[in-house]
């Protein structure tokens, strides 16, 4: 027996459902939200997504006082960047720029804290980005 047969005999509200879930799954991907930092075993991290129009992404971590983070990240458009870590209410910003394509630099840890990288798209399409951080 074919393992897609039963998919073709699907009906429209069936096949409505996949379209919606595929619809869903496409649009989170293409706002990419926050990404957890997953270091390989070399201290390395990288990761290529998708800022939609006028969302953000960012890719986070938990990383020790001390610690020096090599980061540097190219996009196919400009877009608003920073690090940042939360104290209390507060932000900290130790990396700002606006409207850029690349950059890069060495965050050096103060505190033990969740860091994250964030790029925001304030155009009207959609930008394609790769960031790369080497602790």
Not at 66 to 89: C, I, M, S, T
Not at 126 to 135: E, S, Y
Request: glycine fraction near 6%; aromatic fraction near 10%; charge should be positive.
């Amino acid at each position: 027996m074919n393992a897609f047969r039963p998919a073709t005999r699907c009906g429209r509200p069936a096949r409505a459902l996949v379209l919606a879930l595929v619809a869903t799954a496409t649009a989170t991907s293409a706002g990419a939200g926050v990404v957890d930092i997953a270091w390989d075993a070399s201290g390395r991290f990288e990761y290529t997504g998708t800022v939609a129009p006028g969302k953000f992404a960012e890719v986070c971590g938990k990383l020790p006082a001390g610690l020096q983070v090599r980061w540097d990240f190219e996009a196919r458009a400009p877009l608003d960047f920073n690090v940042h870590y939360h104290v209390d209410k507060d932000v900290v910003f130790p990396s700002k720029l606006s409207a850029v394509a690349m950059a890069k630099d060495t965050l050096a840890t103060k505190i033990e804290q969740d860091y994250c990288w964030m790029w925001s798209n304030k155009s009207a399409a959609a930008a394609n980005f790769t960031v790369r951080l080497q602790r």
